[in-house]
Structure formats: structure tokens, C-alpha cells
């Protein structure tokens, strides 16, 4: 038994173009429209496995661990210079649960530095800091 075990887990993601969607949207920010609308369409997108990375269309490069993979990216905008600064985290977690499917999440975490983001944060209609995140799917087409 144990042996059936091992061979049905020991599938590696495959490369191929994929179908990616976002579903079930997680806005804490409060903007009266959401950061996330109009992101749920079903979007193709090629997939490059490598050893430690998998790579979307030469857009993001995620780091690979076995059958998970992440992306990290922090931005950093100064609205007005010495007065404060929002900082928006955008990251990418997945986990590939058959060779050719993989679920996780998407999604963007907001913060603000400095003497000024109580009057911008109220003047824009947003609480910082917030998250407004997607479940994500791929499965292989091709």
C-alpha cells in the first residue's frame, strides 16, 4: 500500500499554456469600487516548469518548491515626497494539486508610511492597511 501511495503523489507541475481564472474576491480596502473588478474573466496563459521556478508568459517568475510555487513583489509609491508613502505587496501563492491543475491565491496588500495617510486614506475612501486578494485556478489546456 504504501508504494501506491508514493507513485500517485509523486506527479511534477507540467509546462503547457494554462487556463488561469480568479474567482471569489476578498477586498478589505473599502473603495467604492473594487481594486478587483473585472479581474474574474478566464485568461490563457503559458507556464515554463523549470527546477526551481515557474515562470508566466516571461512576466512573473514564481519560486518553485517541489509542487508549490510564490511571487513577491513590493512597489513603492511616494504620492507626495516627504508627506507619505503607500506600499502595495503583490503576491502569488500556488499549489499544484495534479500535474496539470494548480489552486492558490492572488492579490494585493496596501500600507501606508508617514504623516499624511490618515487625510489621504480618507480622502480616496479607503482603510488602510488592507488586502484585496483572489482564488486562483489553472488547469493545463493544451
Excluded: H
Aim: glycine letters at 8%; aromatic letters at 12%; one cysteine or more.
Amino acid at each position: 500500500m504504501p508504494f501506491l501511495f508514493l507513485f500517485a503523489c509523486g506527479f511534477e507541475p507540467l509546462s503547457g499554456t494554462y487556463l488561469f481564472s480568479l474567482s471569489n474576491p476578498n477586498d478589505t480596502c473599502g473603495a467604492e469600487e473594487s481594486i478587483l473588478a473585472g479581474a474574474e474573466e478566464t485568461q490563457e496563459i503559458g507556464v515554463t516548469v523549470n527546477e526551481t521556478t515557474i515562470v508566466f508568459d516571461d512576466l512573473y517568475t514564481l519560486d518553485r518548491d517541489g509542487k508549490t510555487a510564490s511571487y513577491e513583489e513590493i512597489y513603492d509609491e511616494q504620492i507626495e515626497p516627504g508627506l507619505y508613502t503607500i506600499q502595495m505587496l503583490y503576491t502569488i501563492d500556488l499549489t499544484w494539486i495534479q500535474a496539470d491543475l494548480a489552486e492558490g491565491t492572488s492579490g494585493f496588500e496596501y500600507t501606508c508610511t508617514g504623516d499624511g495617510c490618515d487625510a489621504a486614506t480618507a480622502a480616496a475612501g479607503v482603510s488602510l492597511p488592507c488586502e484585496a486578494k483572489y482564488e486562483l485556478s489553472m488547469e493545463l489546456s493544451d
